[in-house]
């Protein structure tokens, strides 16, 4: 059977080429969107405004697929986290946040994740390849139909899944441009955020195509400390980050602001020390910080910090002029937080078994 294309994975200009590239005129690729995200039909011989010879086309050469639900977990706080299964087979997590009036979808990028942060159990999986675009409009599509009983949607997308968004650009981007688009889903381009751990020339990039929000996984002040935690850092000093940061906010505009994400880990980076150098460091950025208490998963040699300590870090930020969040952990029952998403990946990188290897040693797991 030939390969159909996966239309939920084309942006508005890519449908509209598509139209043009078949002898129409781009017009019909908006019709197309609002039957399929306005009126939710997919079924090309209903969309009875386009003309029959392309309906039979679009139906021999196109679909529309979504992944498949393997398991969906409800958490005690109202959480859900969905594994779903892709076309490759693998299985990846989106996690849906309702909180009052809103409602978070954080969706998935990529099976698993190359840049191996050390406090990060997605990390830990290994990496299988990326998502395709239609995979990560699907997400949208099924917390959409979840939603749908409570006269709800999804109202703020995070790709704070699995994986780094900004190492699967192209289709990050044709995803979001769908969540942003008035024929699709018509989200504010400020309730799509992008996270990146800091791959500096995919920032540069998404500045020229894209105005969605931006979040920087920062959490440390100093090179030496982010080295360790978060080693594409190595590559990508903080100053390289910073530098790209500003250029983006720049183009943002005055009224939006950037958010650093902050992962406090016990005895790590959560010292009052910790929190002025931040201030120091994100003094000329335009930005709000989040801090997320470390989540910890078995073997990942940190701990959570007190809760003394995650106070009088938020302090010294807020003293220091910064809008300072303190993330509450969420879904926590059900593996749903943070840094616990995992799917089940088919690891390419061996750093599973590496991973396993090291457990089994039993090596002292070090907790600085
Ligand atoms: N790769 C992107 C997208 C992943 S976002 C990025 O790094 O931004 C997932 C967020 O959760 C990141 O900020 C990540 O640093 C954070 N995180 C990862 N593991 C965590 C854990 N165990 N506890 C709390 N936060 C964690």
Redesign the pocket.
């Given at each position: 059977m030939q390969n159909l294309q996966n239309l939920y994975g084309f942006d508005r200009t890519q449908l509209e080429n598509l139209f043009v590239e078949q002898g129409l005129q781009a017009f019909r690729g908006r019709q197309l969107m609002k039957w399929v995200y306005h009126q939710e039909q997919t079924d090309f011989a209903a969309m009875t405004d386009l003309p029959l010879r392309m309906r039979e086309w679009l139906a021999d050469n196109c679909h529309f697929a979504v992944p498949e639900v393997e398991r969906q977990l409800v958490s005690a706080d109202g959480t859900i986290k969905w594994l779903l299964r892709v076309a490759n087979g693998d299985l990846i997590e989106m996690v849906l946040i309702p909180e009052k009036g809103r409602n978070t979808l954080?969706v998935s990028?990529q099976i698993g994740?190359v840049?191996d942060?050390s406090?990060?159990?997605?990390?830990k999986q290994g990496f299988n390849g990326n998502l395709a675009p239609a995979d990560i409009v699907g997400q949208m599509i099924l917390a959409n139909q979840a939603l749908r009983a409570r006269g709800e949607s999804v109202t703020n997308v995070?790709?704070?899944?699995?994986?780094?968004?900004?190492l699967n650009f192209d289709a990050v981007v044709a995803a979001t441009n769908v969540m942003k688009d008035d024929h699709a889903f018509g989200l504010s381009k400020r309730r799509v955020t992008v996270?990146?751990?800091?791959v500096v020339p995919g920032i540069d990039k998404l500045r020229e195509v894209s105005d969605v929000a931006l979040?920087?996984?920062l959490?440390a002040p100093t090179d030496a400390l982010r080295n360790e935690l978060?080693p594409i850092n190595r590559k990508y000093s903080i100053e390289q980050l910073l530098r790209a940061c500003r250029d983006y906010v720049e183009d943002l505009g005055p009224a939006r602001k950037l958010v650093i994400?902050y992962?406090l880990?016990r005895g790590v980076n959560d010292q009052p020390e910790h929190a002025g150098q931040l201030a120091e460091l994100l003094q000329s950025l335009r930005c709000k910080i989040n801090l997320?208490?470390?989540?910890?998963?078995p073997g990942?040699g940190?701990e959570r910090p007190l809760d003394a300590d995650i106070e009088h870090f938020q302090t010294i930020l807020i003293q220091q002029g910064f809008t300072t969040m303190l993330r509450t952990?969420r879904g926590e029952d059900i593996d749903a937080?943070?840094?616990?998403?995992v799917g089940q990946v088919q690891d390419r990188t061996r750093r599973q078994s590496r991973y396993r290897a090291q457990l089994e040693t039993a090596q002292p797991v070090v907790v600085r």
């Open positions: 954080c990028s994740c840049l942060c406090f990060c159990s997605t990390g995070v790709l704070m899944g699995m994986g780094e968004p900004l996270s990146t751990a800091g979040a920087i996984s959490h978060v994400e992962t880990m997320i208490p470390f989540n910890p998963f990942s940190y952990t937080a943070c840094g616990q998403l």
